[in-house]
C-alpha cells in the first residue's frame, strides 16, 4: 500500500446502461474460478468477453484491484491490454486502480489516460464492450470519471453499483464494488445517512463474504465498514481470514489490524503489522523501488501497537528505522504519507508515555487531495501540542491559532465535532500555563465532551479526556478522573494509558477492586512490556493486592 500519485482535473459524464445476461465467461463454470490460492492473492471471478491470453492478468489485475494493491494492478491490467487491445473491461478497470477513495486520493489524469486509450469519449468507449455485463460495469466507471464535481460523480457510481448488486444479488463482484463505492461517499455525508451508509455498505460486503469466503474484496471491505469499537466485533471473523486469503500483498496483511486495534487485541495488531512491514520490504527490493514506496501506514500502525504492549524500546526503533530508510529531509519526499511518516512516529511515540523528541514539520503537499489536507492539518495540530509542552510559546501560539481557523472553516464537514474538539483542547493547554486553573479545567471538559468520535486506527493526537483525566487526579478528584479515562476506553477499548489512568483514578476515588482489575486488564497488555517500564511495578503491585 503506497501513497505516492499526484492528482489533476476532472473529466466526462455518461449515464447508465441496464444488465444484460448473455456474456461470454471465461475462467470457469458458475463464476467460481478465478486466480487460484497459491497465488497469494483471494479467489475472484468477472464472466467477460476477452481473449483467452487476456484472462491470466486480467484476474490478476482483479485480485489486486480488492486487495488495494493499486500499483500491481495497473500492470496486470495493462498487460492484458496488450494481450487483448479490444479487451475493453480491461481499461475500465485499469481506470479504477488510480482512484484510491477509502485514502482520499485520486490521480485523475491517469484514469483519464486509461480510458483515452480505450476511446475518445464514454459514448465511444461503451459501444467496444461486447457484452451487456461489461457495457454496465463501464458505465459506472464513466460515471466515476465524469466531468462533473467530485461528490456528485462518486455517488453516481455508487448508485449505479447499488442497482447492480440489487439486479444480481448473488454476484459477489456486484456486491463488493457496490460496498466500497458506497464507502468511498462516506466524506460527503453526516448523521443519519452515513449511518445508513454504512450499514449498506456492511451488509454487502458480508454478503459476499458469507457467499464466496475466500473473496479478497467481501473480506477486506467487511473490515473497512465496521473499522470502529462499536461494528468491529462483527469484522473480526473477515480479519482473521483476510491475511490467510491474501498473504502474498502487505495490505491483506495489514488490514486486519484494524479490526484488532479497534478491538484492543495489541498481540494480533503487531502480528499482522509485523508481517504486513516486511512483505512491504520484500516489495520494494522486489521492484527495486526507493524506500519511500514502503508502507509507513503500516509502521505507524506498529509502534502505536508497540506502545499498547509497553514496548517503549522497539516503538523507538522504529523511529530510528524510518529515518535510516528515509535520510535527514524526508519531509520534501513527494507523496503523503512518506513526508509526514518520522514526524508522525515521533509524535505517537511521546503522546503515549515516551520522550517528546521532534517537532512535526510544517509542510506544503505536493498534491491537492483530501488525505493530504488531513496530513496537514494533523501536523499543524501536533506542531502546536509538541511546541506547548516543549515552552515554545510563540510558536505553539500560532500553530493553535491556525488549527483554529481550520476547524472553524470545516464546520460543515462530518468530521468537523472532532476538530473543534481538538481546539479546545489546544486551547486547554495554554491555560492551563496560566493562573486560572478553573478556566482551563472548563476548556479541558469542553474538549472531552467533543472528543467522543472513535479514531478510525491510531488517534494521531491527544485524547482530551486523558488530558483531563491526568489533571483532576493532580486535584484529587478521582471519581470525575475515572469517568474521564472510561470515556477514552469507549472510544479505544483497552488504550494502555487510559487503563493506567483509570487504575489509579478508581484507587484515589475508593474503589480497590476497581483500581486492581484495571491494572489487571493493563497486565494483559503489558506481558511482553519492557523490564524497566516504569509503571510495570505499579501495575503488578495494584493487581497483586487485590487477589489477597
Not at 113 to 122: I, T, V, W
Not at 227 to 245: N, T
Amino acid at each position: 500500500m503506497r501513497f505516492l500519485r499526484g492528482t489533476a482535473t476532472l473529466i466526462a459524464l455518461v449515464g447508465a446502461t441496464t444488465l444484460g445476461a448473455q456474456d461470454h465467461q471465461h475462467g470457469g463454470a458458475g463464476g467460481r474460478s478465478g486466480i487460484p490460492d497459491t497465488a497469494g492473492l483471494g479467489e475472484v471471478s468477472f464472466p467477460n468477453s476477452g481473449a483467452a491470453a487476456a484472462q491470466g492478468p486480467f484476474l490478476r489485475g482483479l485480485a489486486l484491484l480488492h486487495n488495494f494493491e493499486y500499483e500491481d494492478a495497473a500492470d496486470a491490467f495493462q498487460d492484458a491490454e496488450r494481450r487483448d487491445p479490444a479487451f475493453a473491461l480491461a481499461f475500465w478497470m485499469e481506470a479504477l486502480t488510480y482512484r484510491h477513495g477509502v485514502w482520499g486520493t485520486e490521480d485523475l489524469e491517469s484514469a483519464r489516460g486509461a480510458l483515452a486509450r480505450l476511446g475518445p469519449d464514454a459514448e465511444a468507449r461503451l459501444a467496444r464492450a461486447r457484452t451487456p455485463r461489461e457495457r454496465a460495469f463501464g458505465a459506472t466507471v464513466e460515471a466515476l470519471f465524469a466531468q462533473a464535481p467530485e461528490p456528485q460523480r462518486v455517488r453516481a457510481w455508487a448508485d449505479s453499483l447499488r442497482r447492480l448488486a440489487a439486479a444480481e444479488p448473488d454476484d459477489p463482484e456486484w456486491a463488493t464494488f457496490a460496498a466500497i463505492a458506497i464507502m468511498d461517499s462516506f466524506r460527503w455525508l453526516r448523521g443519519l445517512e452515513r449511518a445508513r451508509a454504512r450499514d449498506e455498505s456492511a451488509a454487502l460486503a458480508q454478503r459476499a463474504f458469507e457467499a464466496h469466503p475466500r473473496h479478497p474484496g467481501a473480506a477486506h471491505f467487511v473490515i473497512h465498514a465496521n473499522d470502529d469499537p462499536v461494528h468491529a466485533p462483527l469484522a473480526e471473523r473477515a480479519a482473521r481470514a483476510y491475511a490467510q486469503i491474501a498473504p502474498s500483498t502487505d495490505h491483506a496483511l495489514h488490514m486486519p489490524s484494524h479490526i484488532f486495534v479497534q478491538l484492543g487485541a495489541w498481540d494480533d495488531a503487531v502480528a499482522a503489522n509485523e508481517r504486513s512491514w516486511a512483505a512491504s520490504r520484500a516489495w520494494v527490493s522486489r521492484r527495486q523501488a526507493p524506500n519511500a514506496h514502503n508502507s509507513w501506514h503500516t509502521l505507524s500502525w506498529l509502534q502505536y501497537a508497540y506502545l499498547q504492549q509497553g514496548r517503549m524500546r522497539a516503538a523507538r526503533a522504529l523511529i530510528d528505522t524510518a529515518r535510516a530508510l528515509l535520510g535527514a529531509r524526508s519531509d520534501t519526499i513527494r507523496g503523503i504519507d512518506v513526508r509526514f511518516a518520522v514526524a508522525e512516529l515521533e509524535f505517537m511515540y511521546g503522546a503515549n508515555g515516551g520522550s517528546w523528541s521532534g517537532t512535526p514539520p510544517a509542510i506544503v503537499a505536493l498534491e491537492p487531495s483530501a488525505r493530504a489536507s488531513s496530513f496537514e492539518t494533523r501536523a499543524l495540530y501536533q506542531r502546536a501540542v509538541v511546541a506547548r509542552l516543549r515552552g515554545e510559546t510563540a510558536t505553539a501560539d500560532e500553530a493553535a491559532r491556525r488549527f483554529r481557523a481550520v476547524a472553524d472553516s470545516l464546520q460543515s464537514q462530518p468530521n468537523a465535532r472532532g476538530l473543534l474538539a481538538s481546539a479546545r483542547l489546544l486551547e486547554a493547554l495554554a491555560a492551563l500555563r496560566g493562573a486560572d486553573r478553573a478556566h482551563a479545567l472548563e476548556l479541558l471538559r469542553s474538549a472531552a465532551a467533543g472528543d467522543t468520535i472513535a479514531p478510525l486506527g491510531p488517534p494521531y493526537r491527544l485524547l482530551a479526556g486523558e488530558v483531563l483525566g491526568a489533571e483532576l487526579l493532580k486535584d484529587r478528584q478521582g471519581a470525575e478522573a475515572a469517568a474521564a479515562y472510561e470515556q477514552v476506553l469507549r472510544m479505544c477499548p483497552r488504550r494502555s494509558s487510559a487503563l493506567l489512568g483509570l487504575a489509579r483514578a478508581k484507587r484515589m476515588a475508593g474503589d480497590p477492586a476497581g483500581a486492581a482489575a484495571a491494572y489487571r486488564e493493563l497486565l494483559v497488555n503489558w506481558r511482553k512490556a519492557d523490564a524497566d517500564l516504569p509503571a510495570l511495578a505499579e501495575a503488578r503491585s495494584g493487581a497483586a493486592l487485590a487477589a489477597r
